[in-house]
């Protein structure tokens, strides 16, 4: 069959002219792994297990100022009003995903029960990293956290250095069994001292249930079993201040008594500076929030991704009254607002 020529050069033009639209109308283009490069504004979603925890605030702030960094980026918190937990943040993660952001920053409620929720993101073309808490099967791009159990030595160390000469007993405040970041806190923190050899005997560890007022109760009645603790470590922030009001109202001399709690919130800090907390862990959110949205962006826009290729570990820091308001610690404290 013959084609004339003409119509044949006009048939090549509207192709080339359909297929340079096409082109010119997508956000971006295809990588080497089929998956959409986008290099225009980026939106994302940072979801985590509780909306508005000073800890995720400062993730937010982390994220948001690696997001002025790279510019053109909004970072919208997601998360539960109540529960951190699977149920609560599985409703909250469908709504993300039918609103499809250009990627997703994710605090898994559960390691187990939120991997299949997650896949829906996953599943929907939506990159996701995580951070703070991992989950059970290797879902996401990447992985953000710190080392609970590290940080729980940093506390041990930390009692140890201010029991020194002390004789008695240390008592464990840890949130619920089957909870693993703080399960992991309370294991690292007495692994820790078991292995420096002290003397100090510890106590089972006593569940307070996220309740402080439970936290209270459980620090008077095991003073009045064992009168002679001298030391006390909470893995969260509910127990800690459950543990100082119980240590108040019992009327013990804080010169007697090291209390050490994980987290580092306004509440914890102004405890610190008054003198009824000795020591706080604080974990390294803003840095995790930074680097995960750094990471995030990288994958979206099809750059190499910086860092390690799949776990980045985040380090802990202990913040005492002489260092609270160093430059280095006051960026691992956690705000109210970013600011």
């Known amino acids: 069959m013959k084609v004339r020529t003409g119509v044949l050069a006009a048939a090549l033009a509207v192709i080339a002219m359909t297929a340079a639209t096409a082109c010119s109308s997508s956000s971006g283009a295809s990588g080497t792994d089929g998956a959409e490069q986008k290099s225009g504004p980026l939106q994302i979603s940072l979801l985590t297990t509780y909306n508005g925890l000073p800890f995720y605030t400062a993730m937010q702030c982390g994220a948001q100022d690696a997001a002025k960094k790279l510019g053109d980026i909004t970072v919208k918190a997601d998360g539960p009003s109540r529960g951190m937990n699977a149920a609560d943040q599985t409703p909250v993660l469908e709504g993300v995903v039918n609103r499809h952001p250009d990627g997703m920053i994710f605090v898994p409620a559960d390691p187990a029960a939120m991997v299949a929720p997650i896949r829906l993101a996953v599943n929907a073309g939506i990159p996701v990293v995580t951070t703070d808490a991992t989950l059970n099967e290797q879902v996401a791009k990447a992985q953000f956290r710190g080392d609970n159990n590290a940080g729980g030595a940093l506390a041990a160390e930390e009692l140890l250095k201010r029991a020194q000469g002390q004789t008695g007993k240390v008592l464990v405040l840890d949130a619920r069994p089957g909870l693993p970041v703080t399960n992991q806190r309370a294991d690292g923190f007495i692994k820790a001292l078991k292995d420096s050899g002290t003397k100090l005997e510890i106590l089972g560890t006593q569940y307070y249930e996220d309740d402080p007022t439970k936290a209270a109760t459980i620090v008077q009645s095991s003073l009045g079993a064992h009168p002679d603790i001298v030391g006390i470590f909470a893995t969260s922030e ?56 750094t990471r995030l962006v990288q994958e979206i826009r099809g750059q190499a991704p910086q860092g390690a290729a799949f776990d980045n570990v985040v380090p802990n820091a202990i913040v005492t009254a002489d260092n609270v308001d160093s430059p280095e610690i006051k960026k691992l404290l956690y705000p109210t607002t970013c600011s």
């Open 238 to 293: 509910s127990g800690a201040m459950g543990a100082v009001s119980g240590l108040q109202a019992a009327k013990v001399d804080n010169d007697k008594m090291t209390v050490i709690a994980y987290d580092a919130g306004p509440t914890l800090v102004t405890a610190l500076r008054a003198g009824t907390l000795d020591a706080l862990v604080a974990q390294g959110s803003y840095t995790q929030g930074y680097d995960a949205l």
